[in-house]
């Protein structure tokens, strides 16, 4: 299995299955609760940012670089969670696209500035609607100036290492 090169949803979304299903025999359960799944988004979301504080932290001057590789593994990190609590849904209800958008005060505003980005982020902790979650990491992308074939190809390399490693050990 080779690394995408943009976002094919389906097939990140069966391949995070796969995962979990992994981590569920690893843990011996059928279901992995939503709501630990949500926290663990947020957790992931609050180092993504941490490691993008050169970009927003305005009063303090002497960061050293971002790390870019780090960077992109903690939103990798994100995304995994946003699948896992996707596909960990299934068979429920979800609310449709414009419900979506209304329930977050109006449509989803994508912008040239990070910091308004990742605010966002941070705020879509439902996940029902995959499509708004992915526009807004393509634009955070493109605030790095990152292709998506990039981050995929970490994102992948993360899977990896879950799948073949972290599912086995006492991680």
């Known amino acids: 299995m080779e690394a995408l090169k943009t976002f094919d949803v389906k097939e990140l979304l069966r391949r995070q299955a796969m995962l979990d299903e992994k981590f569920k025999d690893k843990m011996g359960t059928e279901e ?24 927003w932290c305005y009063w303090k001057n002497n960061f050293k670089e971002m790390d870019k590789r780090k960077t992109l593994e903690e939103l990798s990190d994100c995304m995994h969670f946003a699948l896992s609590l996707k596909n960990n849904k299934k068979g429920q209800d979800f609310l449709s696209e414009t419900v979506w958008s209304e329930f977050l005060g109006g449509a989803v505003v994508l912008s040239d500035k990070i910091e308004e980005n990742l605010i966002q982020l941070s705020n879509i902790l439902n996940l029902e609607f995959l499509s708004i979650w992915f526009e807004l990491v393509g634009k955070i992308l493109e605030n790095l100036d990152v292709s998506q074939e990039e981050f995929l190809k970490i994102h992948h390399e993360k899977w990896l290492k879950n799948m073949n490693e972290r599912t086995k050990e006492s991680y």
């Open 32 to 55: 992995i609760d939503p709501n630990k799944i949500r926290v663990a988004y947020i957790d992931e979301v609050g180092e993504f940012i941490h490691e993008l504080k050169p970009k």
